[in-house]
């Protein structure tokens, strides 16, 4: 069974940098696409990115300029990157395996909190 | 901000048919672009409830299934039960905006 887990600071400030870290287990990170999506409180889901194994990334276009998705197929991890935080990037950020096109997101992280506040 | 639209509520009685519709654009789901489903209950992460717009990953009951029409798509659950209370978000992809979510849908059993 695929698992996956989000790490990384549950508080950030304001124009710094958002990383966090999912740690995929019960299977290789080098056979499928791997996602971010966020949800901010009590709202809906926005998809901020995939990657494939070989490090082809696709971002929102609305995010794209702040947004740098990573692998580390060494390690069965991928990552993400947020620049320049404000308070409307804060969310329940989660990790997944798939992409947005043919490849649903079948497995989900428990998904972690990250607050941008001063 | 989202291009796929659904009702933001449906509710029904235990026992009742509910449907969700997801209302997209000749950019996402009327370019021939699958429609997956997911079923967020309280407190949880998304879980994937359809796939490629009418198929269900193992362990996901019969009483949910899926349809695409031109430039929308519709969930069903037939037979409601109290544990299919939980928020449904329909997903695509877009031609510009790349991956897409509907705007949610909570159902209520009354």
């Known amino acids: 069974q695929v698992q996956l887990q989000e790490s990384g600071p549950g508080l950030v400030k304001p124009s710094e940098t958002l990383f966090l870290m999912c740690t995929v287990s019960g299977g290789s990170i080098s056979t499928h696409y791997w996602s971010w999506i966020r949800q901010p409180p009590g709202k809906g889901l926005e998809w901020i990115g995939y990657?494939?194994?070989?490090?082809?990334?696709n971002y929102n276009p609305s995010l794209k300029s702040r947004v740098t998705i990573s692998v580390d197929t060494s390690k069965n991890q991928f990552s993400l990157r947020l620049s320049s935080v404000t308070v409307a990037d804060t969310a329940v950020y989660y990790c997944?395996?798939?992409?947005?096109?043919?490849?649903?997101?079948?497995?989900w992280g428990q998904g972690t909190l990250v607050t941008v506040s001063s | 901000q989202s291009v796929l639209t659904q009702p933001p509520s449906v509710s029904g009685a235990p026992g009742q048919r509910v449907t969700i519709s997801c209302t997209g654009s000749?950019?996402?789901?009327?370019?021939?672009?699958?429609v997956h489903w997911y079923q967020q209950l309280p407190g949880t992460a998304p879980k994937l409830l359809i796939y490629g717009n009418n198929n269900r990953p193992s362990g996901v009951p019969d009483r949910f299934s899926g349809s695409r029409s031109d430039t929308s798509a519709s969930l069903a659950i037939t037979g409601l039960q109290a544990e299919d209370e939980a928020d449904y978000y329909c997903?695509?992809?877009?031609?510009?905006?790349?991956?897409?979510f509907g705007t949610g849908t909570k159902v209520t059993v009354l």
């Open positions: 000749s950019s996402n789901i009327g370019a021939n672009y699958d």
């Open positions: 997944a395996r798939g992409a947005v096109r043919s490849n649903p997101l079948d497995y």
């Open positions: 990657i494939y194994y070989s490090g082809n990334t």
């Open positions: 997903q695509s992809y877009d031609s510009s905006l790349k991956g897409v």
